[in-house]
């Protein structure tokens, strides 16, 4: 059982920087896919980055060029350093981690997912 515990939402205005971080304990860390997601309220939720443990990323276009994920895994440590960010980024951000052998199929959805942080807000403001 893989515990996920997020940090480091919060305020920003527009064209600002955030890094948010995960922490995981439980489980076989360093083999699993790490991935971020964001939900806002009455929508689905939406898939941003994602990392295995081979180090290859994927990132949503949305996000992609301003987004980086990256991994600790001697510290069990998944981080998303945010940089310009837009209000449209506003939401609540899911650390999540799933099994390694689903990263070709399904990386992107929520589904592939078994363990699930219990959310920080981050809120941008124009």
């Known amino acids: 059982q893989v515990q996920l515990v997020e940090s480091g939402g919060g305020l920003v205005q527009a064209g600002g920087s955030l890094r948010l971080s995960c922490a995981a304990s439980g489980g076989t860390f360093s083999r699993s896919v790490m991935g971020w997601f964001r939900q806002a309220p009455g929508k689905e939720r939406e898939f941003v980055a994602a990392?295995?443990?081979?180090?290859?990323?994927d990132y949503a276009d949305s996000v992609k060029g301003r987004f980086t994920i990256s991994r600790d895994n001697a510290k069990n440590m998944v981080y998303l350093q945010m940089n310009s960010l837009k209000p449209e980024d506003t939401d609540v951000y899911y650390c999540a981690a799933g099994p390694s052998d689903r990263w070709t199929s399904s990386r992107r959805y929520a589904s592939a997912y078994d363990f699930w942080g219990q959310g920080t807000q981050v809120t941008v403001s124009s």
């Open positions: 990392m295995r443990w081979t180090e290859s990323t």
